[in-house]
Structure formats: structure tokens, C-alpha cells
């Protein structure tokens, strides 16, 4: 999670734009839009997505893997929950 009110606040800003892309797409399904508008707007949310992982995820890097994180012990369970969140991701 954010580690800051300023980051908490971007990413909450992030997801509300995708949600309002999400109800745009069902909007566009209901009306039976073109297929191209269609699938421009899947492409738009996943790229929403990708960019709102790519922001959390490196801020968890920052925070717990960064110079100034905990016990080297630590650092591998975090890496190792880094590691199987991108696995999970990439799926």
C-alpha cells in the first residue's frame, strides 16, 4: 500500500479513472458499440492497470527492499512475495 497520504491519494485517483473506463467499456457493450471502440477501450483499462501496478509495485520495492529496509532475513521474504506477485501478474 502507499506509504503516503500524496501516493495514497495518485493511486486512488488512478483506480477511480479506471473504474470510470470500466463503466465507459459496459456502456459501449450495452449500446452494442463497434467492435474497434470496443476493444480500444480494453486496451485503454489495460494499460490503466498495468501503469497503477507498475506505481504500487515499485513503491513496495522502494519501501522494503531499498537500502534502508529491514534485516537481510526480511528482505528475502519480501523479495520472495515481490517475486510471486510479478509471477502471479505475468500469468
Do not use: F
Not at 473504474?19 to 470496443?38: D, I, K, M, T
Not at 522502494?62 to 501478474?89: F, M, N, T
Amino acid at each position: 500500500m502507499p506509504h503516503t497520504v500524496r501516493d495514497r491519494k495518485r493511486i486512488l485517483a488512478r483506480v477511480r479513472r479506471i473504474r470510470g473506463q470500466a463503466e465507459a467499456l459496459e456502456r459501449a457493450l450495452e449500446q452494442q458499440a463497434e467492435c474497434s471502440a470496443v476493444l480500444q477501450q480494453i486496451a485503454a483499462i489495460r494499460g490503466a492497470v498495468n501503469g497503477l501496478m507498475t506505481e504500487v509495485l515499485e513503491g513496495h520495492i522502494r519501501d522494503h527492499l531499498g537500502p534502508e529496509a529491514v534485516s537481510a532475513k526480511q528482505r528475502e521474504a519480501d523479495l520472495a512475495q515481490v517475486l510471486g506477485l510479478i509471477r502471479s501478474y505475468l500469468k
